[in-house]
Structures are given as C-alpha cells and as structure tokens.
C-alpha cells in the first residue's frame, strides 16, 4: 500500500498536466503534454535507444575506470599519511572543478571522442569513490589491526584480508553517488562536447530536437536519461545489498 | 615447550601524558599460570598488549622466549564480513596453512561445533567471545594472553569455560597471562595473581595461590579458595588506599 503511494503521486501529476495543456491549447512546441512524449518515444524509439546506449556505454566505462582508479589511489593514499596529505588536495580540486570548464582543454587535447567523453565523466565520478574508499581504509578496527600484526600477517595480506573487506561498506556508498555522477558527467560531456550524427549519445539528440523545437522528443530524452539515473542508483543498491547482506547493518535492517 | 616473559623496567605514558603504567618488573616462569588484576584503568591491558609486542613499551624491554603469542582481547574483534570459521582459521590462513581441520576442532573445544558457518552478527556476545578464544588457541601457541576474556558472560558459561581453559592448560602447559577484574576467578585458575593498582598502573602485590594445582569445580565452594580470594582482596584493598 506505502510503496504504491510514490506511483499514484506521480500518476495525479502526470493526468493534471495533460488536462492543463490540452484545456489551455499550450502549442507542442512550447509544452507538449505526457501522451505527445510517450508517442514521440514510441515513434523514434530505435534511435533514442542507439542513443542510450551509447551514453550507457561512456557512463559504465567512466564508472569502471572510476572504480578501478579510485581505489588503487584511495589504497595508495593510505599506506602513508605523507602521501595522504600530499596528493588528497589534488583530488579534492579535481571534485570542486565543474567539468563543463576543462571540457573546452580536454577537446583540444583528445581527439577521439569516446575518449574525451570517458575522461570528463570519469573526472565527474571518481572523487566519491576515492574519498569514501579512503575513509574506510583508514578506519579499520585498531585491534583487527594488531591481530594481523601479531601473526606476521604482511601488507598484502593485510590489504586483501582485513582493509578492503572492512572499507568495502564506505567504498559501496560512494559507488552509489558515483554511479549517478557518472551519468551526470557523461550528459554534460555530450552537451558540450556537441557530438552529433548517428554515434551521438542521447544528450547530443536532446540538444538536436530542441534546436528543432520537437519538445516532446527533447523530453523523450530527458525521460530516458531520468529512468536510466533511477535505474543505475536501484543496480548499485542491489550490489550493495548482495555484497553486505551477511554481515553489514546497511543490509540487513532490511530483512 | 612453552614461553617464559620479562619484563624490566617496563613503563607506558600516552601522548596525553597519562602515565599508564610505571616502570614494573615482572617474570613469568614459562609454563605458569598467572592473572593480573585490578580495578579499571589501572593499565591490564597495556601491559598485555605490551608483554604480546602490539604496543611499544615507553621504557623498558620486554623479553619472550617465544613468539608463538595467541591474544585474547576485552571485545570478540571479530571480521563481520567472516565466518565463525574463516575468524577462527585466520591465523593459520596467514601463515599459508589452507587446511581448517583444526580451527574446525577449535570451535568444538569452546563448544561451537556446527556454528562453523554462522556469521558473527548471529552469534550471541558470549559466542563471539568463545571465536575469539578458538582462534587464540588454534596456533597452539606457546604463550595465550587474555584481556578479561569471559567479562561479558554469565556465570555458569564462565565457570565451564574457566574450567575448560584449566583443562587445556593442564594438558599443554601453555604460559597463560590472564586479566580479569575477578577476584574469584583470578583465584580459582591461577598459580599466581599479580594485583595492580592505578594512577599510576604498578605492582603492588605478588600473590602466590596456595591451593591444590588440580583444581576441580567443587574447589569454588572451600573455605581454602576462599581465604585465597580473602588475601587477594586485602591486597587489592591496600592498593587503593595507597592509592
Ligand atoms: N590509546 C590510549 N591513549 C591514551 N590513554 C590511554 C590509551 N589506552 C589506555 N589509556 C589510559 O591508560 C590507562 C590504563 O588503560 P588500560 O586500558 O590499560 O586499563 P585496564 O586496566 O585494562 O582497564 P579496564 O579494566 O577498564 O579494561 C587508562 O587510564 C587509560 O585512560
Ligand atoms: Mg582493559
């Protein structure tokens, strides 16, 4: 009963303004109601999927090498406090700088597009990832610590044993931000970056129809985008479910 | 074989200048049974950890005979994210030992046979303790310290288990440095009982237990064990006034 209640919110939403803009005549130019987009989604549905998956494709690669990147720099920033206090400002500019700034230099510099879309979304997704993983490895249960310690455990047993499994909950919280940073990232890299014809993302099309004024097609976009960001946030969820479910609070207050 | 400890001189000061423990001596004949008692903060569990090498002394030297340490610390310290099994076997894993046969027979000597792959959240505070102790004595080690380790049980769970760790010493002849802030249960397992007192943690009296060294259950209701525990509390008593 709770969980249909979101639904039937957003149902009341969406009958309300199709009643408003067909009872005022609102031009589908200007306001085109909730059945015109769902008929534009049906009618180019080949090419706003090919356009999906093309961001999808920039948005995963970007979270992947986030991931990959994220956590060997968080591990290499806590095996030293000198390393930690030299290179975490870094990362910290790296999160501060709105990407749509350096997208202009990357553009310059890169000349594949793929790849000037993946270093832009993957600039956008990495700092969560770097800062949460670094947050859990560096609290790790100080008697745990000792433990390995006293067996002679060394740093590579200690890492794979004890400091990713205990990190693994914060860096699971960071990948859920990042999953949707990823997106963002990926969206406003195709924005600027301005990629056009049949390898563009679904960004690229939003802007094309909107130049054309097909606002329903715009909004079609724009639906996708939103239902892939909600679906992407409910995948990590699930991961993170499945990774903590044995032992992690998170996971468990569930069942 | 079994490991004796010295301590020379050995003292602790936190960086917050909190003088932990004073310079103290102390030699640990190899294969005896000895407690540290004393009330809260007095620095049992610095000198533990000290005597097993996990904090360095401020002074001092701490000399063992051995390195094969088991520790047992005051909380289970437990990986949540591990079995009963995986906790228990950890430090056979570590040295490269794949084979759980004896972290298996471990957990059945502390009485959680069939637990084995029960995650720690699911193990009652007593149980997780009981992990803690099958993966401290899973190496055989030579040298077992424990940090209060049956604090947080009932009474009758820590009679069988005080009983249980008299009949594992008896067969082994491990040293055991034992904490506890249980006069009775200090009495009833040691050979020796070393009485602390705090600001700062030191020494202030070696008692030696004069009782039979089997020590059957029934030994809990004599007026023997109790004259020892009555001459362990005096002592106490007199490290606090002092105090
Ligand atoms: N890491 C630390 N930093 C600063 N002070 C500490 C630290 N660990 C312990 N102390 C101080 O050292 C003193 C002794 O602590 P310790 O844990 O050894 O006491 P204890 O005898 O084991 O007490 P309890 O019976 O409550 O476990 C305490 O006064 C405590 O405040
Ligand atoms: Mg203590």
Redesign the pocket.
């Known amino acids: 009963m709770m969980r249909a209640l979101p639904f039937a919110f957003g149902l009341l939403l969406l009958i309300l303004w199709e009643a408003v803009v067909r009872l005022n005549d609102v031009p589908p130019y200007i306001m085109p109601g909730p059945l015109a987009i769902l008929i534009a989604l049906k009618d180019n549905a080949p090419d706003l999927l090919a356009g999906l998956a093309v961001t999808l494709e920039v948005t995963f690669a970007a979270l992947i090498l986030a991931v990959v990147t994220g956590v060997l720099i968080a591990v290499l920033l806590a095996s030293s406090p000198a390393a930690e206090r030299t290179f975490f400002p870094y990362a910290v500019f790296l999160q501060v700088t709105p990407i749509v700034t350096v997208a202009p230099f990357i553009i310059i510099w890169v000349s594949n597009i793929f790849a000037v879309l993946l270093i832009l979304a993957w600039m956008a997704a990495i700092f969560p990832i770097i800062s949460n993983t670094l947050l859990g490895l560096k609290s790790v249960d100080g008697n745990l610590r000792a433990l390995f310690r006293l067996y002679g455990a060394n740093r590579w047993q200690t890492l794979i044993r004890l400091s990713l499994p205990a990190c693994l909950p914060y860096f699971l919280g960071g990948l859920r931000i990042s999953g949707g940073l990823a997106l963002i990232g990926t969206v406003v890299a195709e924005m600027v970056a301005g990629t056009s014809g049949t390898r563009s993302g679904l960004a690229g099309r939003l802007l094309e129809a909107s130049y054309r004024l097909e606002l329903a097609t715009a909004m079609a976009c724009f639906a996708l985008l939103s239902a892939s960001g909600l679906a992407i946030y409910a995948l990590m969820q699930m991961l993170s479910r499945r990774l903590l479910r044995h032992w992690h609070e998170s996971a468990r207050l569930e069942n | 074989m079994t490991a004796g400890v010295t301590l020379r001189g050995v003292g602790k000061t936190?960086?917050?200048g909190?003088e932990?423990v004073a310079p103290t001596d102390l030699t640990i004949a190899p294969g005896s049974f000895v407690s540290l008692v004393?009330p809260?903060?007095?620095?049992?569990?610095?000198?533990l950890r000290m005597i097993a090498g996990l904090a360095a002394p401020t002074i001092g030297t701490v000399e063992r005979t051995d390195d094969a340490v088991g520790f047992v610390f005051?909380s289970p310290t437990l990986m949540p994210w591990a079995t009963a099994l995986a906790n228990c076997a950890l430090p056979l894993r570590l040295a490269g030992n794949a084979d759980d046969a004896r972290a298996t027979e471990a957990l059945k000597r502390v009485g959680l046979g069939g637990f084995e792959s029960v995650y720690p959240h699911a193990l009652s505070g007593g149980m997780q303790m009981r992990v803690s102790i099958a993966r401290a004595i899973v190496t055989a080690p030579r040298l077992l310290l424990m940090d209060?380790p049956f604090a947080a049980l009932d009474e009758i769970t820590r009679f069988r288990l005080n009983d249980d760790l008299l009949a594992l010493w008896q067969q082994n002849r491990w040293t055991v440095v034992f904490?506890t802030?249980s006069i009775r249960e200090a009495v009833f397992l040691s050979e020796r009982v070393v009485v602390l007192a705090p600001r700062p943690?030191r020494i202030v009296a070696d008692v030696k237990i004069d009782l039979p060294s089997i020590r059957a259950p029934a030994m809990r209701l004599s007026h023997a064990f109790t004259d020892q525990c009555a001459r362990v509390n005096a002592a106490l008593s007199a490290g606090e006034d002092a105090a």
Do not use: Y
Request: aromatic share 6%.
């Open positions: 936190f960086a917050a909190i932990a004393g809260s903060g007095c620095g049992k569990s610095t000198l005051q209060e904490v802030h943690g």
